[in-house]
Structures are given as C-alpha cells and as structure tokens.
C-alpha cells in the first residue's frame, strides 16, 4: 500500500501545479505597459551635476569649452528625447543652462539608462566683450560651476638668471640680481633657539700609535633637535701632530658616563626667495617652471607662461600688483592680494624691498629665448 502511494503522490503534486497554473492564465498576458491606456506624457528630466572645462588652466575666448553633465535622470533611454543648452548673456555671463527634454511613452524599454554622463563641445566666440564669466546652472537656478574668460594671448619665455654665491650670506639679504625677471631674497625673521647637549665618554678599544700627551676631541653633531638633548661623545686625539690616535670604526661609547646638561644658544633665520618680474598692465602668470632647482655662484633656469591681455579685455590679473608679479620659490605659488585686501600690507612692504635691496655682485642675465 506504501509502495502504491508513493507512486501516486508526484502524479498528483504536478497536476496540481499545472492548474495552479492554469487558473492564472488569461489572453493578452506579457510586459506591463509603461504608461497606462497607452498615454505619452512629455515633460522636463533633470541633472545633478555639471562641470565646465577647457583643459586649460587659463581659458581665452577662442578655447574649445566642454560642458559635463553628469548623473541624468530621463526615465529611461527610450524617453530621452533632447537635451537644449539654453544659452544666453546676462551682464557679464555667459549662462548655460541645460533642459532634459523627456517623453514617456508605451514603448517596450528592458535597459533603463540610470543616472548617465553626457558631454558636449563648443566653441566659445563672437561673445559680447563685456562677458568674463562662463557658467553653468540646474533647473532650479543654482549655480554649479564657472569660468574666468580672458582675451589675450600666452606667451612663453626661458630665462637664465646667474645667482651670485653672495646669496648664502645671511647678512648680505636683502639682495638681488639685475634687471628683470630676477631673483629676491629677503630675511623674513629671526628666531632664538636654545638647544641643550651633553658629553658621552668615548674609550678606543684600538689604538693606531701611541702619543706622548693626547687631547680631548668633541664632536659636535651637524643638526640639532630642539625637543631632545643631543649627546656629544668625546674622543682623543693625538695632542703634538695629526696622527691618528685610534681606529674610526673601533671607538665604544659609554652611555652610563654622561656629562652635565649644556646649553648651545643659537638663531633659526626665516628666508624666502621669489622669482621677480615686471609684467604688462593686468597680465597674468598662466606657468611656471624651475628646472631643477637652482645653485648658488651658477645659472638657474626658469620657464615662464605669461597671458598679456588685449587692449579691450577688461579683467585684471591675478596678479601680485597690476604691473608686478613676485612667485614664491619654496611654496610654489603666486603672492596675490586677496578680494578683502589681505596680504596687501606684506606685498606693499615686498615691492619696497625689491626696489631698494642691494644687487648682487656678477649677476648675468642670459639671452632670452621665446616661443608663441
């Protein structure tokens, strides 16, 4: 009897299956409609980012401009129908504001496009003279990203400026060389600094020759730390020549002979050098190289991007003044004055010492050589 239900049960299991099935099924079965009764619906999408980029640092009027926007909401790839730029001048800016145009319709669309990038090209010309700012904006009015425009052209020069051995000297700053473009050195600040030190012994384990009377020889170390007591060890030295007392690799330290703690008194001086340059009214450094460095008593050599503006361009700058630039060497940067008026006092005060700083003995510019 076991045996006979057993083979019964998965005949019946699967007949009830299959009118599970069947009592489910009705004609016109398939993909659910996009839209119900058929409807097509046409509105507005939107974007939640969008960048502007020449790939340029400074962007002239003439540059090819690339407008990004990214992470588009359109219902799905089928709806999308256009985006329009919507481009327009208010004031001084040139306004790009996108529109996703969308229509939802009954169309079959399996691939969703969520959230996609799309970028586009233009050229930017035959704009009024009074824009200077390109910029972007969403639907709701808010600014998402912007452009300085400038007219102008680039122009590009390697100088070789000679940096005279004087510019080590401490007491020699404030100094330069001659001319323009040239090189400043100013002394910022003096800070006392007090450093403490004491003497280890040190015993040779094996000696060279032997001396009738020997010398105590410190050796002081070549940098000290401010938040550690540096230790001094002592060694001997032969007193009557320059004989060698003891192996250099066979001196042993004894660090529980510790002399007295000592005070070195001494002075940190805070220096910055800048690169100098009289520039055209309202230019700008647009690059700037320094290949390698430079070396005291030789040549350095710097690669200079310079934008001049043109007669009817009506921005200014950046710049350090409006006919002057003063690139900072060890920070890499431009000192400007910022839209509150700070770092004016400092610039004011670095222009005076520019003009009045000693300039250094054999300095040479060497020829220019310029590419446009």
């Not at 730390?225 to 003891?246: G, K, N, Q």
Request: hydrophobic share 40%; aromatic share 10%; net charge negative.
């Amino acid at each position: 009897m076991k045996r006979k239900f057993a083979a019964i049960f998965p005949v019946y299991l699967l007949s009830l299956l299959m009118a599970f099935f069947a009592s489910c099924a009705q004609d016109g079965d398939g993909p659910l409609d996009v839209m119900p009764n058929g409807e097509r619906i046409e509105g507005s999408g939107y974007f939640l980012g969008a960048t502007l980029d020449s790939g340029k640092t400074l962007h002239l009027i003439s540059d090819t401009l690339y407008v990004t926007l990214s992470q588009i909401w359109s219902f799905s790839n089928c709806s999308l129908t256009s985006i329009d730029l919507n481009e327009s001048v208010i004031d001084s800016q040139f306004v790009i504001a996108p529109k996703i145009n969308i229509k939802v319709n009954t169309d079959d669309c399996p691939a969703p496009m969520y959230r996609p990038d799309t970028t586009f090209k233009m050229v930017l010309k035959d704009l009024p003279s009074q824009v200077t700012h390109v910029i972007v904006k969403n639907d709701v009015d808010s600014l998402l990203d912007s452009i300085l425009l400038r007219r102008g052209k680039l122009q590009r020069d390697t100088f070789s400026i000679f940096i005279d051995s004087a510019f080590a000297v401490h007491d020699s700053l404030p100094l330069r060389t001659k001319e323009s473009p040239s090189i400043l050195r100013v002394l910022d600040s003096i800070t006392p600094q007090k450093f403490f030190w004491r003497t280890l012994r040190a015993n040779c384990t094996m000696r060279v020759d032997m001396c009738n009377e020997v010398v105590a020889d410190t050796i002081y170390p070549k940098s000290w730390d401010v938040y550690d007591t540096a230790l001094v060890p002592v060694r001997y030295a032969c007193a009557s020549s320059d004989s060698v007392y003891c192996l250099n690799t066979k001196w042993e330290y004894d660090s529980t002979a510790l002399g007295k703690v000592n005070e070195r008194l001494d002075t940190v001086w805070h220096m910055s050098t800048y690169y100098v340059e009289n520039i055209p009214s309202c230019a700008m450094m647009n690059g700037f190289a320094n290949n390698g460095g430079f070396f005291y008593n030789s040549k350095a050599t710097f690669v200079r991007e310079l934008f001049v503006p043109d007669e009817s361009e009506s921005s200014c700058g950046p710049s350090t003044k409006k006919d002057w630039i003063a690139y900072r060497l060890e920070s890499y940067n431009v000192l400007t004055e910022s839209a509150d008026g700070e770092n004016k006092t400092q610039i004011d005060s670095l222009y005076k010492v520019w003009k009045s700083a000693t300039v250094a003995p054999d300095t040479l510019r060497a020829d220019t050589t310029e590419s446009k």
